[in-house]
């Protein structure tokens, strides 16, 4: 499909037309601003219901698919089919990495805010389960799509020693994100549903503790030049839809 052509959400028809940075519904007349990329993929052990997940009915026109056989296949297709202001639906958080790789080939500055109570800064040295999705944004960032200076990783409360180390010693900001986005061009915010207290989304691998729905909708909302956003680590629990949509509400997406 092409990303100037996408499936409205209310209608079901291949009509919704990109305009500007967001779609157009040439039948029923609604106006959306981000495209939805749905990536059903979770690169890692027993990940199922992550990759079920990405088939939620968030109100969004559906620009792509990505599914592909292995990880940097999806990384490469995901980076070269993002709408102009891209929602991405996983799956587990390997895809924000092509998110953020096609995204900075956009801007001269991109920031990322990554929510989630897991750091995902592991490699596959320091990696004791070896699961390809506590690794996505230290991927991101050694890939060069960003630099660690203008990163802010926000809700984290189960570390492993190694991401603590490189948290502390590359320079990204912790629960700090006026710092990164600073003077960007642009802002990514990458979700895991986990990094909200528990209750509040039904995610694949809660912790305890974690910030409400309400104060990480404040966060979101007093974020400046949002270029797109991605929401994983969710259960397919239609339930989930309505504070997704909220919390992307706050994104002006």
């Not at 549903?193 to 729905?213: C, H, I, N, Q, Y």
Request: proline share 8%; glycine share 12%.
């Amino acid at each position: 499909m092409s990303r100037l052509r996408a499936r409205c959400p209310y209608c079901r028809t291949l009509t919704a037309v990109a305009v500007g940075a967001g779609y157009e519904c040439h039948v029923c007349g609604r106006l959306y601003p981000a495209g939805l990329v749905r990536v059903p993929r979770a690169w890692g052990e027993d990940g199922e219901p992550m990759a079920e997940a990405a088939g939620l009915a968030l109100p969004y026109p559906e620009a792509s698919v990505v599914e592909e056989d292995t990880l940097g296949e999806q990384t490469l297709a995901l980076a070269a089919d993002l709408p102009e202001r891209p929602l991405v639906l996983g799956g587990c958080c390997c895809a924000h990495v092509g998110a953020i790789q096609g995204l900075a080939t956009r801007v001269e500055r991109l920031a990322v805010v990554w929510l989630d109570a897991h750091g995902d800064l592991n490699t596959p040295e320091t990696s004791s389960s070896g699961n390809a999705w506590g690794m996505p944004l230290r991927t991101a960032i050694d890939s060069g799509a960003v630099a660690p200076e203008n990163v802010a990783l926000v809700g984290a409360r189960s570390l492993d020693p190694s991401e603590e180390e490189y948290l502390r010693d590359a320079g990204l900001h912790r629960d700090d994100a006026d710092a990164a986005v600073a003077g960007a061009d642009g802002v990514y915010v990458a979700l895991d549903g986990d990094v909200l207290g528990r209750g509040e989304l039904s995610a694949f691998m809660p912790e305890p503790g974690g910030p409400t729905l309400v104060e990480v909708e404040r966060l979101l909302a007093g974020l400046p030049a949002v270029a797109g956003a991605g929401v994983t680590g969710l259960r397919p629990d239609p339930r989930n839809v309505e504070p997704v949509t909220r919390l992307l509400r706050a994104l002006r997406l």
